[in-house]
């Protein structure tokens, strides 16, 4: 059998799935308080100083907690490119666990 990802076992796969943990709990921790600030900024009514404050406020928060440093990964490999969501996996672990049967409800179609 070829070896389709040969980085699958690698220290940097297992870093980057890491880092992306930990955004994830930071974005979790963070959420809230990111949309009650920016509720803050955008709403016009609010005096000028208080909407700063907020501004302020909003760029001490640490930038991995934004929604924007997310990127999906597979839970495998931890390969950021092709993923399908609804499994979590990459194109290529997808492929080889729905040969192998290791995904219930998944077979190669034919027709």
Known sequence: MRIL???KNSKFM???IEKDKKRRLLYAK?????LVLKSIIRDLSLSKNLRFQSV???NKI???SSLGRLNN???????SKG???MFKLSRIT??????KGLLPGVTKSSW
């Open 83 to 85: 993923n399908y969501r």
């Open 5 to 7: 990802f040969p980085l």
């Open 94 to 99: 997808f492929r080889e666990l729905a040969l």
């Open 56 to 58: 302020n406020e909003l």
């Open 14 to 16: 297992t870093n980057s």
């Open 62 to 64: 640490t930038r991995n």
């Open 73 to 79: 990964r597979c839970a495998q490999t931890g390969r």
């Open 30 to 34: 963070y959420e809230m308080k990111r």
